[in-house]
């Protein structure tokens, strides 16, 4: 199961900062630096796989996502048994399936020193909005802290098999306000952006004592527990209390409340901070949110993409990637070279530079001042790999 959550994307940016108390700047750049924006290492065969797989790799040192399976909210109560030490909680990781929508929110706050004997004191919340029947997710994170200076805050949606970033305050430097990433390759990578659950940041959270069952929270009736020895995934932060609430139908945490001590690396500046960590999760609105709109920036910055480019009815896997375009063709490669020749120039393109060596073609069309250039490789074993962008190279 672990090795699979590794390849969620996208809100692992924000758990990547919380497992890392990594509540910096030096986070946000790093974000930007590995997101693969530039061609000068662009291998055409094999460049749809190696977009696809630029998101995922951020979550190298991070906690994971919950994926599905999971039962039903609603329900009248069931029997329960009687109340005991030490009881275990099932499975919660495949406990949220049955929520149709969802709200979540985790607050994190850090205290202590770093190995300079500098302090730390930082603060991030995630909220994060589900709508499954919709396919989409929203997710905004938001920092705060003396290394920040100012709040820093970013946002992710996803919605069926697209992706986009919202940086209206270009703190990622990607110099656009919303970058988008659409095509079935990304959706394959989206699949499972669900729940943030405490399950899946933190390790032992198993079993517990039973403080008092039936308590109502954030509008679910919960069965109350205290926690110990767990600890949060990648530090040596080790709870020193830990109240969780589950969801009497459904066995999903409702809420979680606890305090840690210990030892976590700070992200992007290879140090490390050693204090306190107080964190609060909640889960609210439970089938409760409408539909998610996409921001208007976002919208635009789709139609301003590639994607009204011609495409061969031969293609398939279309992917696109800010300022680039991929996808296969069962047609060979002088058959696409063709369409774009033709097809461009009707649109109002010229083309300025062609060359073709070995089977490949590589052009440059050129329409109001702007390059388009347009590379078609043999297929694997048949048909074509095309790639077209708007990057120099």
Known sequence: MKQNRHRKILIFIGILVITSVACSCGALNSIRDRLPVGLNDLNPDGIATAVAEQIPQLTQTVGDLLEEGGDQLQGGDEALPPAEADQTFGDLESSYAGLESYRTRIVVTVDGQDENGNPVKESMTMNQEANKAQDAYHMVMQQEGASTGTPQSFEIYTIGDSFYMLDPNNEMGMDTPCFAMTGSSMGDEMDSFEMLSPDEIFDGIESGDLIQRGETVNGIKTDHYRLKNVAMDGTTMMTESGDIWIAQNGGFIVRFVGEGEGEAGLFGNNTTVNGKMHWEFDLLDVNQVNEITLPDVCVQAEAEG????????????????????????????????????????????????DSELGGMFMYTFTKDGQPLNVIITPGEGSGSTVVLTTEDF
């Not at 009815?313 to 774009?340: H, I, L, R």
Request: aromatic share 10%.
């Open 306 to 353: 590639l994607g009204s480019l011609p495409v061969p009815p031969s293609a398939s896997d279309v992917s696109q990637f800010g300022p680039m375009m991929t996808f296969n063709s069962s047609d060979a490669p002088d058959v696409v070279a063709d369409f774009y020749r033709q097809e461009l120039a009707a649109a109002g393109y010229e083309l300025t530079e």
